[in-house]
Each structure stands twice: as structure tokens, then as C-alpha cells.
């Protein structure tokens, strides 16, 4: 068995598919048009094709188990038999109580889903309890393993690490149980060995957050414990999106092989690194290629900082700095970029020949072979205007009146009742929709044509929400392909691509826009569509925006400027479309910000620099409006704890819907705590999940939130946009959403 770990590798790839391969081959069996085994044949087929493109590209250390048909956090539950009862008991084939876990099923709501850190991919959150019984599943590894062998490839297992596995699952005290889950991991440490496993990458991230000395203890007495498995592989711990602080030297004291650090977001690892002192035989895995981002690496300086890492440990490897699951897999695919912008940027498969390239061409041989830097951004990026309006910016642009006042104002001109339903914003986004804007991007149907079809469909939505008898109504978004796309197409300084596709969750895939120079709006982007539905209907209908920090998140965003600029940018091209939409009659008008905790840093030092702008950035896109005008915001799946009195600084803000059924409305606490006094929609259907809530759950949440917040300040809507969702399901969870707004409401 080979102990050299070899000099490069990534932690991570791609796992969807150029084309988004797996997402179809997943939903066409949820859908029962394939059978498991048909599924399985193309996730086959997709590893394959990983492990080739990984070995023809000559690197070294070749990840496995990074595939998942859903979530790698989810897989690693399994792995270590963290399944909950309740799923368990419903004797479902493994595959269907994996997909159970993840969507739900009639009798059981999924496990709750929540940001991975601070990206926008979304895991779900392991339920772990005195009851929970580990138990070592090494199944799924040692078969991938073996895949890889038959075609010749040696491969590297890769889990997420018992600390931070337990420090994402929901229990009292997730460390009471870190004995039990070690000796999991540890036989099913033996089991890889056994199979031939040389080494095995156990991922660490939740140590670049803020951690308790206890919690770095734990963390060092489990390495400690897995170090001493007799029969195992080497251990390689994976750290990443940010620098370990206290916890590099003491995962350094513990008997692992390979300690990987994110040079790129954690540049402060390198003199942590420099002060652990002699580092023996451990393997130092240099994170210098940029895992998170799509620009191009400058290699030339991403040498310094990896000979200074060879001055200090004896072996070694060059990789990304954290799993390129977070970016598009091949930039060849895009043919229609401007050159000036593609010769700037590197998608996973780039990246790859990054890290080769950086350790072939510049550790080994010097900086001599490696690319010219690139020239300065071209002048047609800068916009003089928008750097003049930002510069001439006032305190008063971010500001509105009082919120008694504007709520006075806006029931004045809505007369809405008590608990007033709504939507999120985004209908059912069905086969026909999407097929009417291919057939408009391939030229085989005119404007005018989509645009029918379009407005046919708003019609519907319109029509289907008054018989349902909602009371602020949306336009549905037929039009729309992504919340943030959406806007990329229309703003000057994004680029929006054809294929980089990445994996938001499960089988939901996005294409984020790139942000490359200054950001300006040449016309109104959502007013016509507004406009339209909200003249079919006496009913308020909402207008829907995407706040500049989400358009941010969700985008791959310049790094030659502060992101706040940029954020300011963003804010005032939507300050203008706020108040064309004002202009047009619409009186209400939401703007979503779910990413706002997303982009929080990890390390409370940093982030009320964050939230400063990012507040601010929300205060200047929608302080133009009048009082009348009714401003909400829309936030899912986060810990909302973390920036609940940003929420509350959000000042320009009247009404604030948020994720809450997963969760059994935890955020209600956090509201109360800071006497938040705005209104509020806590979301009492999951929509992540197809299941159709029992009359008794809509009811039960609904008391809940009547129980937290006064009803003269309680919305009544879904957790999020219904775009993934079937209009069945839809109609027979808004009955059930409205009859429980009214029958609480008569109470």
C-alpha cells in the first residue's frame, strides 16, 4: 500500500454533469419515468467521466465519494448510519429513504436544509440525539473505490469529518456523542483498509469558524483517537473557506498524515503554519488554487506563497483551496463570451490544469514557463457615471420614514385583513414555460410569440390566486429563468453563461451571472410585467426584485474592487427599477435578500464590516419609494440568529417573510429577543418537498407564529418561491395555507 500522498490534487469536483446530467437522470426518477437501476448506470457513468477527466489531466491524487445524488453531508450520515427513526420505520429501499431524508415524504417532512458556510450550496442538517445509534456503513466508499480500480484509477474516499459533522447536526449537545461517532469512523477506517484504501480525506470546514477551546478540544481528541486505529489509511483532514486559528497546531498534535489549508480565504494559515514549529513528515496540502471563484489564478504570486509553504514542511501537494463543486465545470463549453472576459477566467476543469501547471511548471521549475499576467481590464468596463452617482451618494438616500407611520400609510391604501396570505413570488415553472424560452433562444419562436405565451401564463396565475382567494398576489415569474440570471441579463457589467451550470441543492442547478465592471441599469427590467398583472387584478399585486446583496451571492463576482462598491452599484440600478414600479401603481414591492446570512464571514471579527454594507446596500436600493409603498424582503434557509439585528437594521423594510417550517419556527424566538416590531411571514409549508402539508401542521405552525407575533403583524405565506413545484401540489397547499389563515383568524 503506497503512503506518498502524492504533489497534486482538488478536494472536490463537479458532480452534476456538463450538462446536468445527474439532475435529469434524478428527476425523471422521482418522477418513476426510470427505475433505480437506470439511475445508477448514469451516476456510473458521471463518476467515470470525473476520475478520466481527473487522470488525463495528470494529476496525482484523485478524490472518490465526492459524487452524491444529493447531498454529500446526507451521504455522510448514512455512512455513519445517523438515519432517524422516522425515516428508518417507514421500511422504504435505501435509495428511496435517501431521497426521504432529503424531499420528504406524506407521512414525514425531510430533514431541515441550511447554507453550507458561505456559499450557496444548501446541505441537509443531520438529526443526531441520545437515541441515535452509529453504526459504520462503509459501503458506498469501498464500491466507488472499487469503480475507480477497474478503470485503472487509484482513488482517495473522501467524508465529512466527525467535528464538523457533529457541529452541523441539530442536538442539545452535539459532542456528548463524539466517542460513539469516532468509533464509527474508526471501523469504518478499518473497512477502507481492508479494501486497499490508502488514504482517506476527512473535511474539517467548520473549523474556520469561530470555536470554543472545548470545541478544539474535541476535535483533537478525535484525530487523536482515529491516528491510533491500528489497521487504517493515512489520514488526510481538508480544511477550507477560511483560516483554522487555534485548530492547525492542534490538529498538528495528533497523529494525521496531511493537513490541507485554504491559502486563498485563510492567507493567515500561512504564519499559523510558520509558528506550529517542525512539521515532520506531516503532508501540507497547499489550498493555492481558488476553489470558490471562477477568475483565473494568478500563478505568479500563488508561487510565493507555495515556496514559502515548501520552506516549512518537508512534503508538499498543491490542490484548490476548497472542492470545486462551487464552480462550472468547463469554460471551453462557453463560445459565446467576450474573449476579454473568458481569457480571464478558469471553471473546474481550468482549475484543474492550474494546479498542475503550478506545481509542474512553477514549484518545480520556476515562474519562467508560466503565463504572461494579464492586462489591465478593458476601459469600456468602467462606467464614469455610476462612479460619480455613488460618490455623490448622501445618509438621507438610505433612509425612509418611520415604519408606524409608513404602516399607517400602506393600510390605508391596501385595507389588507388580519393574517393577509401570500405567496413568495415564483409559480410552477412547467415543461411548456421552459420550452417557450428555449424555442425563443434557438430562434424558432418569435418575440412576440414567448412573449404571448408569457403573459397567457400570468393570466393564469393571476386567475388561479383570486379563485384560491390569496390576498397579495404575484405575477408567478413565468418569465423569469433565475432570480439572479434574470437580472444578469439585463444590467450592463454582467455576463451570463450558456453551461455553467452548479448544484444549489439536490437536483436544483444555477447559473450564475459573472460581475466584471461597473453595474448601471439601461431600462426597467420587471415594470412591463408588473404592470400587466396588476392590471388584470383590483388585488395588490407584488412586485418582485432580487436584492443587490443576493444578486451578489448568487453571482461570481470582480475582485479588483471593494464588494461593497459593488453592492452599491447593484442597489441603485434597483432604487431606480423600485421606483418605476412605484411610478406604474404597484404598491407593493418585495426584494429578496436570502443570501444576506449566506455571505456572513465566518469569523465573527469580520463581520459586522459585512453587515454594514450589506444593510446599507439594502437601504439604498429601496429608500426611494414613498410610505405608501410597501416594502418586504424575502430570507430561507439559514441560521437567522446569526443576523437578526441586521434583519432589524434592514429600516427601509415593512414586511419580512423567512423560512421557518423546517425549523418549527425557531427564528420567532430570535425576533422576539430583539423586539423586532416590523411584520412578518413565517413560512408554514415547505416547499422544498413535494409532500402536501396536513390541514393539522398549516394550523399547528400558524398558532405557533400567532403565539410569537401579534396577528396585526403576521403574514401568512409558503417558505419560499414555488418554481420547483407542480401545480397540483400548489393549489391543494394554498387551500390548505388559506383555510388555516382563516381559521386562525377567527379565533
Known amino acids: 500500500m503506497s503512503?506518498?500522498?502524492?504533489?497534486?490534487?482538488?478536494?472536490?469536483?463537479?458532480?452534476?454533469?456538463?450538462?446536468?446530467?445527474?439532475?435529469?437522470?434524478?428527476?425523471?426518477?422521482?418522477?418513476?419515468?426510470?427505475?433505480?437501476?437506470?439511475?445508477?448506470?448514469?451516476?456510473?457513468?458521471?463518476?467515470?467521466?470525473v476520475w478520466r477527466t481527473l487522470r488525463n489531466a495528470r494529476l496525482d491524487a484523485i478524490p472518490s465519494s465526492t459524487f452524491s445524488y444529493y447531498d454529500h453531508v446526507l451521504d455522510t450520515a448514512v455512512a455513519v448510519g445517523a438515519i432517524p427513526?422516522?425515516?428508518?420505520?417507514?421500511?422504504?429501499?435505501p435509495l428511496d429513504t435517501y431521497f426521504a431524508m432529503a424531499r420528504g415524504v406524506d407521512a414525514e417532512p425531510a430533514l431541515e436544509l441550511t447554507k453550507?458556510?458561505?456559499?450557496?450550496?444548501?446541505?441537509?442538517?443531520?438529526?443526531?440525539?441520545?437515541?441515535?445509534?452509529?453504526?459504520?456503513?462503509?459501503?458506498?466508499a469501498i464500491s466507488e473505490y472499487a469503480e475507480a480500480q477497474t478503470l485503472g484509477i487509484t482513488t482517495r474516499p473522501v467524508l465529512v469529518g466527525p467535528a464538523t459533522f457533529l457541529l452541523l447536526a441539530k442536538g442539545a449537545d452535539p459532542f456528548a456523542r463524539l466517542e460513539d461517532l469516532v468509533a464509527a469512523y474508526a471501523r469504518i477506517l478499518t473497512a477502507l483498509a481492508e479494501a486497499g484504501v490508502a488514504?482517506?480525506?476527512?473535511?474539517?470546514?467548520?473549523?474556520?469558524?469561530?470555536?470554543?477551546?472545548?470545541?478544539?478540544?474535541?476535535l483533537h481528541r478525535a484525530y487523536t483517537a482515529l491516528g491510533e486505529v491500528e489497521h487504517r489509511p493515512r489520514i488526510f483532514v481538508a480544511t477550507y473557506f477560511g483560516e483554522l486559528g487555534d485548530a492547525l497546531p492542534a490538529l498538528l498534535d495528533t497523529p494525521i498524515e496531511a493537513l490541507g489549508l485554504d491559502l486563498v480565504a485563510g492567507p493567515g494559515n500561512l504564519s499559523r503554519l510558520a509558528a506550529a514549529g517542525p512539521l515532520g513528515g506531516t503532508t501540507i496540502v497547499a489550498g493555492l488554487i481558488d476553489g470558490h471563484n471562477i477568475w483565473r489564478t494568478d500563478l505568479r504570486a500563488a508561487i510565493v506563497t507555495g515556496a514559502t509553504v515548501t520552506a516549512l514542511a518537508d512534503h508538499v501537494a498543491v490542490s484548490t483551496s476548497c472542492s470545486l463543486l462551487h464552480v462550472p465545470v468547463d469554460l471551453s463549453a462557453e463560445t459565446k463570451l467576450d474573449p476579454a472576459l473568458s481569457a480571464r477566467l478558469a471553471f473546474a476543469r481550468q482549475k484543474v490544469d492550474e494546479v498542475v501547471l503550478l506545481l509542474g511548471r512553477a514549484l518545480r521549475d520556476g515562474t519562467a514557463s508560466l503565463p504572461e499576467p494579464l492586462p489591465p481590464a478593458p476601459a469600456a468596463w468602467r462606467r464614469d457615471d455610476v462612479r460619480a452617482r455613488l460618490a455623490a451618494l448622501t445618509p438621507a438616500d438610505r433612509q425612509r420614514g418611520s415604519y408606524p407611520a409608513r404602516a399607517e400609510a400602506q393600510q390605508a391604501r391596501l385595507n389588507l385583513p388580519e393574517l393577509p396570505t401570500t405567496t413568495i413570488g415564483s409559480f410552477p415553472q412547467t415543461a411548456e414555460l421552459r420550452r417557450a424560452r428555449a424555442q425563443r433562444r434557438a430562434g424558432t419562436l418569435d418575440e412576440a410569440g414567448c412573449e404571448a405565451r408569457m403573459r397567457a401564463?400570468?393570466?393564469?396565475?393571476?386567475?388561479?390566486?383570486?379563485?384560491?382567494?390569496?390576498?397579495?398576489?404575484?405575477?408567478?415569474?413565468?418569465?423569469?429563468?433565475?432570480?439572479v440570471q434574470y437580472f444578469g441579463d439585463q444590467l450592463n457589467g454582467f455576463a451570463t453563461t450558456e453551461f455553467g451550470w452548479v448544484q444549489s441543492y439536490g437536483s436544483r442547478c444555477v447559473r450564475p451571472p459573472i460581475v466584471y465592471g461597473d453595474v448601471a441599469r439601461p431600462a426597467p427590467m420587471t415594470v412591463p410585467w408588473s404592470s400587466y398583472a396588476q392590471s388584470l387584478t383590483g388585488k395588490p399585486v407584488k412586485g418582485m426584485l432580487t436584492g443587490p446583496v443576493t444578486i451578489l451571492a448568487w453571482s461570481f463576482v470582480r475582485t479588483d474592487q471593494p464588494r461593497a462598491d459593488t453592492a452599491d452599484q447593484v442597489a441603485l440600478a434597483l432604487r431606480d427599477e423600485c421606483q418605476d414600479l412605484q411610478t406604474a401603481g404597484i404598491r407593493v414591492i418585495q426584494v429578496d435578500e436570502p443570501a444576506l446570512r449566506e455571505t456572513l464571514p465566518l469569523r465573527k471579527a469580520d463581520q459586522k464590516a459585512y453587515l454594514d454594507w450589506a444593510v446599507g446596500a439594502f437601504r439604498l436600493a429601496t429608500s426611494g419609494v414613498a410610505d405608501d409603498t410597501q416594502i418586504h424582503t424575502h430570507l430561507c434557509y439559514s441560521?437567522?440568529?446569526?443576523?437578526?439585528?441586521?434583519?432589524?437594521a434592514l429600516d427601509a423594510l415593512d414586511v419580512t417573510s423567512i423560512e421557518a417550517s423546517r425549523s418549527k419556527m425557531e427564528v420567532l424566538d430570535d425576533l422576539a429577543g430583539i423586539g423586532y416590531r416590523r411584520g412578518v411571514g413565517p413560512g408554514v409549508w415547505d416547499i422544498h418537498s413535494p409532500r402536501v402539508p396536513s390541514h393539522d401542521e398549516v394550523i399547528d405552525a400558524l398558532r405557533r407564529a400567532v403565539a410569537a407575533v401579534p396577528a396585526r403583524r403576521l403574514w401568512v405565506n409558503p417558505d419560499c418561491g414555488l418554481k420547483t413545484r407542480g401545480y397540483p401540489e400548489v393549489e391543494a397547499s394554498l387551500k390548505r395555507l388559506i383555510a388555516a389563515a382563516a381559521a386562525v383568524r377567527g379565533n
Do not use: C
Request: net charge negative; charged share 25%; glycine share 8%.
Open 3 to 49: 503512503t506518498t500522498f502524492g504533489q497534486s490534487t482538488v478536494l472536490g469536483y463537479p458532480r452534476i454533469g456538463g450538462n446536468r446530467e445527474l439532475k435529469k437522470a434524478v428527476e425523471s426518477y422521482w418522477a418513476g419515468k426510470i427505475d433505480a437501476a437506470t439511475l445508477e448506470n448514469t451516476a456510473a457513468g458521471l463518476r467515470a467521466e
Open 85 to 93: 427513526q422516522r425515516f428508518a420505520r417507514l421500511g422504504l429501499p
Open 116 to 140: 453550507w458556510f458561505d456559499t450557496n450550496y444548501h446541505y441537509l442538517v443531520p438529526e443526531i440525539d441520545a437515541d441515535t445509534t452509529f453504526t459504520a456503513n462503509p459501503a458506498n
Open 199 to 218: 488514504w482517506v480525506q476527512l473535511d474539517e470546514p467548520a473549523y474556520v469558524a469561530d470555536r470554543t477551546p472545548d470545541e478544539i478540544k474535541a
Open 457 to 483: 401564463e400570468v393570466e393564469h396565475v393571476i386567475r388561479l390566486q383570486e379563485r384560491l382567494g390569496l390576498d397579495v398576489l404575484v405575477h408567478g415569474e413565468p418569465e423569469r429563468n433565475d432570480m
Open 639 to 648: 441560521e437567522f440568529g446569526e443576523v437578526i439585528t441586521a434583519i432589524d
